[in-house]
């Protein structure tokens, strides 16, 4: 059976698999396995606004859309090199393209970064297109939703009571109805410091960051809760002494407060302090986060789910943080595509603490969010809701992110 012949067989064509409950009833009633929509993909296509976007295309004009982030300046010629692995494939048998993929990347530096991100970013697309065939959302895909909104946090776009823009992104937060907020603490270019190589904070620098605490605690209502990152710079006393000075303040979470690659220092920070650490968003696959959980290093894990392998392999870490009775709180600096695709993760899981959003943010790579599909804004009142329309459920709007392109690149053309 074609898609066509299986619209035609849910008896009420388009209109019928666009509404959740006569797709499912459908499924349910009209098909077998055998069924399924036979899909072929014909065509994989990239473009890079701030991140790398996929398209993938299929014999039957449904194609998907997916997004990967950060470690992406040459992902697009690594999307290009799984061409062999997509096309002709069936996209609805996500896990299998999935794995082929991933293993034939292990002579290629298929373990983590660049690789593991563009693989993310095809499995995303895999997903949109999956729910587009079969007219389910990819919540439901997922396992089913246990929550209808996810809740976000807004990372400040100020942090210093020396910002004369201060108050405005203080009460945006507020005003926009957040319930969290996160600021940064790391500052390279602090006068204060000695050396501009070596990440051992003097005494001024760690006044400063406690500064930058105690101010927007002091600024902020009470309900609203605040995280610090700091970004993985410094080296293990710091993190130890930051970790400690800002025990009062009763954190969300302190973020990266040594680098990723050395988990037992990481542990080490995490058993000096109740101040609870998270950490995750420069970690990569099942495979990278099983570490973490195995030597107790963080409280929270922040799998940045357009760089760590996928929305399935999200889920899968999530799984494995739950065992542990570790939250994940993911780290986001996708475009509403990735942000909703990652929501669609959040709202299955049980361990779904917050996601990230710069939505107070002043840079205009950030400001530019809204414009990105065509339903607009997507968080109402600091949460976003999980649509019930097919795939990830948003429409790209291709006029306003041709115009977004990074210079010199084409929008899927
Ligand atoms: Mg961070």
Same mark, same amino acid.
């Given at each position: 059976?074609?898609?066509?012949?299986?619209?035609?067989?849910?008896? @009420?064509?388009?209109? @019928?698999?666009?509404?959740?409950?006569?797709?499912?009833?459908?499924?349910?009633?009209?098909?077998?396995?055998?069924? &399924?929509?036979?899909?072929?993909?014909?065509?994989?296509?990239?473009?890079?606004?701030?991140?790398?976007?996929?398209? !993938?295309?299929?014999?039957?004009?449904?194609?998907?859309?997916?997004?990967?982030?950060?470690?992406?300046?040459? $992902?697009?010629? !690594?999307?290009?090199? +799984?061409?062999?692995?997509?096309?002709?494939?069936?996209?609805?048998? !996500?896990?299998?393209?999935?794995?082929?993929?991933?293993?034939?990347?292990?002579?290629?530096?298929?373990? $983590?970064?660049?690789?593991?991100?563009?693989?993310?970013?095809?499995?995303? $697309?895999?997903?949109?297109?999956?729910?587009?065939?079969?007219?389910?959302?990819?919540?439901?895909?997922?396992? /089913?939703?246990?929550?209808?909104?996810?809740?976000?946090?807004?990372?400040?776009?100020?942090?210093? &009571?020396?910002?004369?823009?201060? #108050?405005?992104?203080?009460? =945006?937060? %507020?005003?926009? /109805?957040?319930?969290?907020? #996160?600021?940064?603490?790391?500052? @390279?270019?602090?006068?204060?410091?000695?050396?501009?190589?070596?990440?051992?904070?003097?005494? =001024?620098?760690?006044?400063?960051? %406690?500064?930058?605490?105690?101010?927007?605690?002091?600024?902020?209502?009470?309900?609203?809760?605040?995280?610090?990152?700091?970004?993985?710079?410094?080296?293990?006393?710091?993190?130890?002494?930051?970790?400690?000075?800002?025990?009062?303040?009763?954190?969300? *979470?302190?973020?990266?407060?040594?680098?990723?690659?050395?988990?037992?220092?990481?542990?080490?920070?995490?058993?000096?302090?109740?101040?609870?650490?998270? $950490?995750?968003?420069?970690? +990569?696959?099942?495979?990278?986060?099983?570490?973490? +959980?195995?030597?107790?290093?963080?409280?929270? !894990?922040?799998?940045?789910?357009?760089?760590?392998?996928?929305?399935?392999?999200?889920? #899968?870490?999530?799984?494995?943080?739950?065992?542990?009775?570790?939250?994940?709180?993911?780290?986001?600096?996708?475009?509403?595509?990735?942000?909703?695709?990652?929501?669609?993760?959040?709202?299955?899981?049980?361990?779904?603490?917050?996601?990230? *959003?710069?939505?107070?943010?002043?840079?205009?790579?950030?400001?530019?969010?809204?414009?990105?599909?065509?339903?607009?804004?997507?968080?109402?009142?600091?949460?976003?809701?999980?649509?019930?329309?097919?795939?990830?459920?948003?429409?790209?709007?291709?006029?306003?992110?041709?115009?977004?392109?990074?210079?010199?690149?084409?929008?899927?053309?």
């Amino acid at each position: 059976m074609d898609r066509r012949a299986f619209l035609h067989s849910t008896g @009420g064509g388009l209109a @019928g698999l666009f509404s959740l409950q006569g797709l499912s009833a459908a499924i349910q009633t009209q098909t077998t396995p055998g069924q &399924r929509p036979r899909l072929k993909i014909t065509d994989v296509k990239t473009a890079y606004t701030q991140g790398i976007h996929v398209r !993938i295309y299929t014999d039957q004009g449904i194609f998907g859309n997916g997004e990967g982030v950060d470690s992406v300046s040459g $992902a697009a010629a !690594i999307i290009q090199g +799984f061409r062999n692995f997509l096309i002709g494939q069936n996209p609805l048998n !996500i896990e299998a393209i999935w794995e082929r993929i991933r293993t034939s990347g292990i002579f290629a530096g298929g373990q $983590a970064g660049q690789y593991v991100t563009a693989l993310g970013a095809v499995e995303i $697309a895999l997903w949109d297109l999956a729910g587009k065939a079969v007219g389910l959302p990819v919540y439901q895909l997922m396992g /089913g939703k246990v929550r209808d909104r996810v809740r976000v946090y807004c990372d400040s776009g100020t942090n210093t &009571r020396a910002d004369p823009q201060a #108050k405005k992104y203080i009460s =945006q937060i %507020v005003d926009m /109805g957040f319930t969290a907020t #996160k600021i940064d603490i790391d500052d @390279g270019a602090d006068p204060a410091r000695f050396d501009r190589v070596n990440w051992t904070a003097n005494n =001024q620098e760690i006044d400063n960051m %406690v500064d930058k605490v105690r101010f927007m605690r002091e600024s902020l209502p009470r309900h609203i809760e605040l995280a610090v990152d700091m970004h993985g710079r410094y080296d293990l006393g710091t993190a130890k002494r930051v970790a400690k000075e800002l025990e009062p303040f009763r954190l969300l *979470w302190i973020e990266e407060p040594v680098p990723p690659e050395n988990v037992d220092a990481m542990r080490d920070v995490r058993e000096s302090t109740h101040t609870p650490i998270c $950490a995750g968003e420069n970690v +990569f696959l099942r495979h990278g986060f099983r570490e973490l +959980f195995e030597k107790r290093a963080v409280d929270i !894990i922040m799998p940045d789910i357009q760089k760590c392998g996928g929305l399935l392999e999200a889920r #899968k870490i999530a799984d494995m943080a739950h065992t542990y009775y570790i939250p994940m709180a993911p780290h986001a600096q996708a475009s509403p595509i990735g942000t909703m695709a990652s929501c669609h993760v959040m709202a299955a899981i049980p361990n779904a603490l917050v996601l990230e *959003w710069h939505w107070s943010h002043p840079a205009p790579r950030l400001t530019r969010w809204r414009q990105y599909v065509k339903e607009g804004e997507i968080i109402e009142k600091g949460h976003i809701t999980v649509p019930d329309r097919p795939g990830i459920g948003l429409e790209m709007d291709d006029a306003a992110c041709r115009k977004m392109v990074r210079p010199g690149t084409a929008w899927f053309d």
